[in-house]
């Protein structure tokens, strides 16, 4: 039996796999897909924590940003894969001032979660892909996880599902409210100098990749679940785009792409035991900063179980 099981392979799931991996606690993460390939993979990588984010928030952000570069610099460590983590400035426009921040934080989201997935493998942690997870039964002293591919007992499971977590903690008759917000993204090349900072209004941000690219998001569509990225949502960032830094017309498009951020009807995140339950975990509705706020909820949720863990071996 696995002590810890996690649903979910986004970067919420695989930070906290690996924080308790690190921690020598034995995890198994189940994914219904590919790990990284949901909405983590559709993230800009920003980690801006005073803007747009909630004052609640501000210190768990401010935590979260002086955890990533230690993360960072242990995942290269281990597995050789630059996760793109700089510090650069972020110029942002607003009702017609300029406001620059010398200093702030971005990662590629992508390298992060094959790093933390080389890392994790190579801790020996088991990851099952194409499992989707149907059901969630609480008992005494174990949950069963049932799944298209069989059934698997743990000590405690965290459901970090992103968007799939409401459905599944309610077969274990757990509510949460949460609802999808569709955002759509660009990532072009421009020739010449790189984009010196990040920069970003109330309608568009342009994010200078270490690859050479320059992503333009993201358009925010409540309760809009659907796949694919409209026309109109790839004009309206454009638009903004050139109004923001007018060069960028003679970029040339790379990729578009949209996900669905999981948001939740309070508008924070739902982090550590749920109701009424003694052994299952939420880790999810992190809305536009799940990149920023995973290692923090990796470590509030991993010293947490940990805790769990050693009361019941006493
Ligand atoms: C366009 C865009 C730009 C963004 N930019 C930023 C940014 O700059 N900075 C930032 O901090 N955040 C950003 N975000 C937000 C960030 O991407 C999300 O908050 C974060 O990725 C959520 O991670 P997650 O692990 O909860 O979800 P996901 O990455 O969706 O992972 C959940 C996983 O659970 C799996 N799953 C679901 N149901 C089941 C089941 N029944 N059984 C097994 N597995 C299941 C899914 O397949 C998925 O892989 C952006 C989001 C978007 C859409």
């Not at 109330?202 to 796949?227: Q, W």
């Not at 939420?282 to 900063?289: D, N």
Request: hydrophobic letters at 40%; a negative charge; proline letters at 4%.
């Amino acid at each position: 039996m696995t002590d810890h099981i996690i649903i979910g392979g986004g970067v919420i799931g695989l930070t906290l796999a690996y924080s308790l991996a690190c921690q020598n606690e034995s995890v198994l993460v189940l994914e219904r897909g590919t790990c990284g390939q949901e909405t983590s993979r559709a993230a800009a990588g920003m980690l801006a924590t005073d803007i747009e984010l909630r004052e609640e928030l501000h210190a768990l952000a401010a935590r979260s940003r002086r955890l990533y570069p230690l993360l960072a610099r242990r995942l290269e460590r281990e597995t050789g894969i630059d996760c793109g983590y700089r510090e650069q400035p972020f110029l942002l426009k607003r009702n017609g001032r300029e406001y620059v921040f010398p200093s702030v934080g971005q990662i590629d989201p992508r390298r992060l979660t094959t790093a933390l997935m080389s890392a994790l493998r190579k801790r020996g942690v088991s990851i099952e892909e194409q499992v989707d997870v149907t059901r969630i039964c609480e008992n005494e002293d174990t949950v069963r996880i049932e799944s298209n591919e069989g059934e698997w007992t743990g000590r405690t499971v965290t459901v970090a599902a992103g968007r799939g977590s409401q459905a599944l903690l309610a077969t274990a008759g757990i509510s949460i409210a949460t609802y999808g917000v569709k955002g759509e993204c660009l990532a072009v090349r421009l020739a010449g100098e790189p984009l010196p900072s990040i920069l970003f209004d109330d309608s568009v941000y342009l994010v200078p990749k270490a690859d050479g690219r320059i992503l333009i998001g993201a358009t925010e569509l409540p309760y809009d679940e659907t796949v694919g990225v409209r026309v109109a949502g790839v004009m309206s960032l454009l638009q903004a785009a050139e109004q923001l830094y007018p060069p960028i017309r003679d970029a040339v498009i790379e990729e578009v792409w949209s996900g669905i951020r999981p948001q939740t009807e309070s508008g924070l995140p739902y982090l550590g035991v749920a109701d009424s339950s003694r052994r299952i975990f939420l880790a999810t509705g992190h809305h536009r900063h799940g990149i920023l706020l995973a290692p923090v909820t990796a470590e509030i949720l991993a010293n947490t179980l940990r805790l769990i863990q050693k009361e019941e071996v006493r």
